[in-house]
């Protein structure tokens, strides 16, 4: 394992969870270069006529490291490890509102804390004033969270023809009326997660955040893509530059294409208040540690697989320990495993750092594991599984559900 330097103690502790020693030795925390003080916040909410709120509506977490709400792979027992390597800031799995307002009980479980996510937030999807401030309600009611993100990015066809996630992004009545009625019922800060627009040359985001900031949103995170984008180009942090600027003093989170700590850094000199991390940390949830500390992990296969073996512990725990939590385990294992294969060790790297965008060629690890662990195929993530949790039962099939995975 390379080694690198380290200074300072951690910022939060790295999460409550038990762990990884290269946290427990202590790290840099990063430093954001763009701050608005609550005090500002407040100067520029007098100054508009608005009184300070006297319930929580601020969300201080600047600088900070925000891992991605994340479907599928962004379970509880994923965000535990992401915890351990240094995440500051976690997020549930998208509920979709009108499930949840039904009780189906599969939505509510997205909604799960685990005790080591101190900054936590649920992410809410939905198309209607009504439905989303009722589901809001009801949250407020029944959930320990410390912020409320509605989904404003979600590009997928189900959920953007029903006039929901990026969607929103054009129906600003609509929006506003969500926005407004969630904020309304809600005690804790509510966020926005945005993309750059729908099309790929009409960019939205930077006249939507000047009304998303006097709506009352706490915080937003841009993803620098549109809809029709999604992975096939590189995102715009130009852009996100000038959209810090559209939203001030309402702090802007920046995502898209983080994979390093040299990423991290151009990242946080366009000026946002931090950076939220969606495939880097399925790719390497080191990650955290790694922009935490500013070095290139180059971490070994049996820590890898030590890595995996926790999540399999903990996927026991939340899914439980028998056949079907087995089965559950295996399954979102699986999907993890879709991504973490993208993953090229630091020491067989002709150049540092790894792109998110670049497809490696095929190559051989240092060892077995390692070029196991590198394999594209499905038969050899279910070896893998199989490693930690047994052999599969009988006709057992497996095909990713995400298409991010794999490269265009
Ligand atoms: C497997 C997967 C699931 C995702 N699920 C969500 C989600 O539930 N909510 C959301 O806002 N974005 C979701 N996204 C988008 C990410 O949060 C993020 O905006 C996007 O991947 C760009 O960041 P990246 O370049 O760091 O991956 C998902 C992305 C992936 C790869």
Request: aromatic fraction near 8%; charged fraction near 25%; hydrophobic fraction near 40%.
């Amino acid at each position: 394992m390379a080694e690198g330097t380290a200074a300072a103690p951690l910022e939060n502790g790295g999460g409550g969870d038990s762990g990884v020693g290269a946290l427990e030795r202590g790290v840099a925390p990063i430093k954001p270069q763009y701050l608005t003080t609550k005090e500002q916040f407040h100067q520029f909410l007098e100054a508009k006529g608005q009184e300070k709120p006297c319930r929580e509506t601020e969300l201080d977490i600047r600088g900070k490291l925000y891992l991605a709400p994340l479907t599928t792979c962004g379970n509880l027992p994923f965000r535990r490890i992401c915890k351990r390597f240094g995440a500051d800031v976690t997020c549930g799995e998208m509920a979709v509102c009108t499930n949840l307002l039904q009780g189906q009980m599969s939505e509510w479980a997205l909604l799960k804390r685990h005790q080591c996510e101190d900054i936590f937030g649920v992410q809410l999807e939905g198309a209607f004033p009504d439905t989303m401030t009722k589901c809001a309600e009801l949250l407020s009611r029944t959930v320990e969270v410390d912020f409320v993100d509605i989904n404003v990015g979600c590009p997928i066809d189900l959920v953007y023809k029903k006039g929901g996630g990026c969607a929103l992004m054009n129906r600003s009545t609509k929006f506003q009326q969500i926005v407004r009625g969630m904020n309304q019922v809600l005690d804790v800060p509510l966020t926005v997660k945005i993309r750059t627009g729908v099309q790929e040359r009409v960019n939205l985001a930077h006249r939507l955040l000047p009304e998303l900031r006097d709506w009352g949103v706490a915080l937003v995170t841009l993803h620098g893509r549109s809809r029709e984008q999604r992975y096939t180009k590189l995102a715009d942090w130009q852009y996100i530059e000038e959209c810090v600027k559209a939203a001030s003093p309402m702090p802007l989170f920046g995502n898209g294409d983080i994979l390093s700590f040299e990423d991290a850094n151009r990242a946080m000199q366009t000026g946002v208040a931090g950076i939220m991390i969606a495939r880097g940390a399925l790719l390497k949830p080191w990650l955290f540690t790694e922009i935490k500390e500013q070095r290139h992990w180059d971490i070994s296969s049996s820590e890898r697989l030590d890595i995996l073996r926790d999540f399999t512990n903990y996927g026991l725990e939340h899914w439980g320990s028998d056949t079907q939590g087995v089965e559950k385990t295996r399954r979102f294992l699986l999907e993890w495993l879709s991504f973490l294969c993208r993953y090229v060790p630091v020491g067989l790297l002709e150049r540092l750092p790894q792109r998110i965008n670049e497809r490696p060629p095929y190559y051989l690890g240092r060892d077995y594991l390692e070029t196991l662990m590198a394999s594209q195929k499905a038969a050899d993530w279910i070896r893998i599984s199989e490693m930690l949790l047994g052999p599969v039962p009988p006709n057992f099939a497996f095909l990713p559900k995400h298409k991010a995975n794999a490269y265009k």
